[in-house]
């Protein structure tokens, strides 16, 4: 059987490598680029400028975006690292190139008090408050006349300048599009790595990434002040190349162009953002052309024309132009033989995981009452129950996703973590009833969340590719997770083409990654044809006994529970009806009672 | 601050606000029932009063025609939709000439008599007919999109309609007569009898939307639409319906406000913009949720927005967004729980 696998595997390693299409994108965008900057006129240039400052905005946006937050307000920060640098420079005398950062530290700060201050809203009350702020902070440039010059706008803001030597706009530009390149290299390395994968669980599974050891609201607002930062890094770019700043540049409207950007090129990755500016850039320029110069139509149709074409690419292409440059990713050759020992740890001190007195009530509805489990140290331990008897409430209390009511979780007899993010870190690992992966990563991506907490690169550390190691060692013990649930042909395939079955598994392998000593299952049986069941039950066991693992098994496939679990939990109508070994269990009138509705 | 100051303050707060409130209503409506947060709504607040303007200058509205041209557009479409479902071609066609048929004989009508009513009626479905054809085209092709790239779609609409609204009105302001020029005096200010009917329009339709969607069968229909579109489909809730018949309810409410605003301000352009933002700025207080509550927060901007206006008139909008922060933090701590993140 391992033999038979592992042929499989050395087919599927991947072939010769073909060039990937979104890098050729790149290319072409990179040599044009610079094609404009060194030939082209200035006009030219001075669009090439505005586009990469566009780009610059767009990434940030772009990737906050991909974690799930909006920001309608976003053309406030790129106002704000703006008139900061220019009324630095002007009015405190501070050379350009110390402004700039000034500025970008100011709005890095601001960021990070309306974070504070506002990402604990939900659903749509953040996009509001980013609209809000942002309208606030565009009314403060026009009606402070005295520091801004208000409405009419800020002139003579001194450009680029290094020793006293003024930057031409094609030097400046040079300069902008080398901070892009920076950025794209930088961002693609976020987006594959540990903080990026988890970013785009945000979204849908924040409670999945919590118990992976993810800090939630931090996370957020570390994403959220970075792409602060970067538009005020724009602004003040912008600042040194126009020489002249108007409030209506970071108003609402500039605001939500960002977002039209960041939406049409798509938010998947870095090159979205490049892709959005450039093609919103192409439309507005293409549209003033035609329109205005060739068919001498008054102004308005422009931008009519443009929203027509806003609306037709967005219910065309919802998820954005990058959706239809297919992508290679690196798929590093598959590991061959993959001994567990490789990766594995060693065993485990076994680790008992009890309730006592638990009792949980959701308003007037009590999910459970008084119930006390003693889960035994490196033993599969079953919990079983009809619908409704409080087994997904009881493991959620367990893994602290719910706080109980009343009553203890002790893990070794000390008191479990208060928030589940710290639970992982104590070694207790879980799945989820309903299957929670994130669609758009692949199946590989998927488990290495499991590995968060073990982890410690963040967003920096991935930026300048110091993460190298980590991931490699992470990479690595994924796939040999990935092998023992018997899915390490599909490690590279997106999660949303597989059946529900392999979804299960991927989650047992993902709660693998953080290497529990308790390890919970949500049931993982559910959807999985009957060799898979049969691979789970031998799985489970090898966890036992080769791992030394403490194994709780929520599950309705009988067959399963009897033919695995040391011993057994029965729950029902939210109180503890029997435990025992397997053969009690079965034979426990109570039990049968409960399945069958018999007479007692 | 004397109290006669803070009573007039009070008082052009609450007109103020009142003329927010339709177009927060609107938003309010649109967005509960098809979890659109309609940028555009303004737009059509403008239109109501432009339309109402040409044609009580006796001049058939060039709005006319392109209602028709849109409808048009959506009659091939329904029309091919229902060849594809292999469905009567007849049953469209009827219902949209008789739209057609209707609004013709409202408008010229309305344009050659000077009967008001019958010139707001006009101009009310008009503009209310816009909302359905909307619709239609840019969120039914998509509806489970999210709610950041229906939002992006609306501002697409609304880079579409305020060119319009420039191209056939032009640049230059309307005057358009109040249905009254009455005034009362309450204490020391006095009030337009305009004001007074624009606060009523306000109160009677946050009780009407309230009660509707509160207590009648079809209302819950109706907010199930947006919760959950598969049930509420399975459920033989036509959504289809529900999102047209949402869009022509709340572009006539935001026309409707447009014509009753017109007469204080002079219909131009670019008038729904900014009341649009402020009834926006209201409505975010009910969460975008809730009428109550909306009618409750365009007063609290309107009121705000005067007082503020007293204190430092430059930075009195800086001093109205900033109050949704407060806002939005204290309905998040106390209704949070009830938001589904999408």
Not at chain 1, 61 to 69: K, T
Not at chain 1, 255 to 283: E, H, N, T
Not at chain 2, 271 to 290: C, E, N, S, W
């Amino acid at each position: 059987m391992v033999m038979n696998s592992m042929n499989t595997e050395r087919v599927k390693a991947p072939s010769a490598r073909r060039v990937d299409p979104q890098r050729l994108v790149l290319g072409a965008v990179g040599a044009l680029v610079v094609v404009l900057l060194l030939a082209a006129s200035t006009y030219y240039v001075g669009l090439v400028a505005v586009l990469g400052v566009h780009a610059i905005v767009v990434i940030g946006l772009g990737f906050l975006m991909a974690s799930g937050q909006i920001s309608l307000g976003h053309a406030a920060f790129v106002g704000l690292g703006a008139y900061g640098s220019a009324l630095l420079s002007m009015r405190l005398g501070m050379p350009v190139l110390l402004a700039i950062p000034c500025a970008v530290l100011l709005c890095t700060l601001v960021g990070y008090v309306l974070a504070k201050l506002t990402l604990q809203l939900k659903g749509h009350y953040l996009p509001l408050a980013t609209l809000a702020y942002g309208m606030a902070i565009t009314v403060c440039f026009v009606a402070a006349v005295d520091i801004t010059g208000g409405a009419s706008g800020l002139t003579d803001v001194r450009p680029l300048s290094v020793f006293g030597h003024a930057f031409s706009t094609r030097a400046t530009a040079t300069v902008i599009w080398v901070i892009v390149a920076l950025l794209l290299i930088g961002y693609a390395r976020i987006y594959r790595g540990r903080v990026g994968r988890v970013a785009r669980a945000l979204r849908s599974n924040s409670v999945m990434v919590g118990a992976f050891g993810v800090h939630v609201p931090a996370t957020r607002t570390r994403i959220f002040v970075l792409s602060a930062a970067l538009a005020g890094l724009a602004g003040a770019l912008y600042a040194c190349y126009m020489q002249f700043l108007s409030p209506s540049t970071f108003s609402l409207i500039p605001s939500v162009s960002f977002l039209i950007m960041a939406v049409l090129g798509g938010v998947a990755g870095p090159l979205g953002a490049v892709l959005g500016a450039a093609f919103f850039m192409l439309i507005e320029l293409a549209a003033q052309h035609v329109i205005a110069r060739v068919l001498e139509l008054p102004g308005q149709v422009e931008t009519m024309v443009f929203g027509v074409l806003l609306i037709t690419m967005l219910l065309k292409w919802p998820d954005g132009l990058l959706s239809l440059i297919p992508t290679q990713e690196r798929k590093p050759p598959l590991p061959d033989a993959g001994t567990p020992a490789q990766a594995e740890p060693s065993r485990r001190a076994p680790a008992a995981l009890a309730a006592h007195n638990v009792t949980k009530k959701f308003g007037g509805l009590t999910a459970l009452s008084d119930v006390s489990v003693a889960i035994p140290g490196g033993a599969i331990t079953g919990l079983i129950g009809p619908n409704g008897a409080g087994k997904s409430t009881l493991f959620n209390v367990l893994t602290h996703v719910f706080e109980a009511t009343s009553g203890s979780v002790t893990l070794n007899g000390q008191p479990l973590p208060k928030t589940s993010q710290d639970v992982v870190k104590q070694g207790v690992a879980r799945t989820f009833q309903h299957v929670q992966l994130v669609q758009e990563l692949n199946v590989l991506q998927n488990v290495l969340i499991g590995g968060y907490s073990r982890g410690r690169a963040g967003l920096f550390s991935a930026a300048f590719g110091l993460d190298r190691a980590e991931e490699a060692a992470l990479s690595d013990e994924a796939l040999v997770a990935l092998k023992r649930v018997g899915l390490l042909d599909v490690a590279y395939t997106r999660v949303s083409d597989l059946p529900l079955g392999s979804q299960r598994l991927i989650e047992v392998a993902r709660a693998l990654l953080a290497r529990p000593s308790v390890l919970l299952l949500d049931e993982p049986a559910a959807g999985l044809r009957a060799p898979e069941k049969e691979r789970l039950g031998r799985l489970l066991q090898s966890l036992r006994d080769e791992s030394g693992m403490t194994i709780l098994l929520v599950e309705h496939d009988m067959e399963l529970v009897m033919n695995c679990a040391d011993y057994i939990f029965v729950l029902n109508f939210g109180m503890l009806l029997a435990q025992g070994r397997p053969d009690e269990i079965q034979r426990h009138p109570g039990v049968i009672n409960a399945y069958l509705g018999a007479e007692t | 601050m004397d109290s006669s100051t803070a009573i007039f303050l009070g008082l052009d707060g609450i007109t103020n606000g009142a003329v927010y409130a339709l177009v927060a209503l609107s938003l309010v409506l649109v967005y509960t029932t098809t979890r659109v947060v309609n940028v555009a709504q303004g737009d059509f607040l403008t239109f109501g009063a432009l339309a109402f303007a040409s044609l009580a200058a006796g001049t058939l509205t060039p709005l006319l025609y392109v209602v028709l041209g849109i409808g048009a557009v959506c009659l091939v479409i329904d029309l091919r939709r229902a060849r594809a479902y292999k469905r009567s071609l007849l049953a469209p066609l009827v219902r949209y000439l008789a739209a057609a048929i209707i609004l013709c004989a409202l408008v010229f009508a309305a344009s050659h008599s000077h009967s008001m009513p019958l010139q707001m009626l006009a101009a009310l479905l008009l503009v209310a007919a816009m909302g359905p054809l909307v619709y239609q085209l840019t969120v039914e092709p998509n509806p489970g999109a999210s709610i950041v790239v229906l939002l992006t779609c609306s501002v697409g609409v609304t880079l579409i309609l305020q060119p319009l609204g420039l191209l056939l009105w032009g640049t230059e302001s309307l005057t358009v007569n109040p249905i009254s020029d009455a005034r009362v005096s309450l204490g020391p200010a006095d009030l337009a009898v305009q004001s007074l009917l624009i606060l009523s329009a306000a109160v009677v339709m946050t009780l009407a939307l309230f009660v509707f969607f509160r207590h009648s069968l079809y209302g819950k229909a109706l907010r199930a639409a947006s919760i959950n579109r598969e049930g509420a489909l399975y459920c033989g809730v036509p959504v289809g319906t529900v999102g047209r018949l949402s869009y022509f309810i709340a572009a006539g409410m935001s026309a409707l406000g447009g014509m009753l605003l017109a007469p204080l301000v002079t219909a131009h352009y670019e008038m729904g913009f900014i009341v649009g933002i402020k009834g926006f700025v209201g409505a975010v207080t009910g969460g975008l949720v809730t009428y109550p509550l909306s009618l409750v927060g365009v007063f609290l901007v309107g009121i705000f927005e005067s007082f503020s206006a007293f204190f430092s008139s430059a930075f009195r909008d800086a001093w109205v967004f900033a109050l949704v922060i407060p806002i939005l933090l204290w309905r998040n701590a106390y209704h949070g729980d009830e938001l589904d993140e999408h």
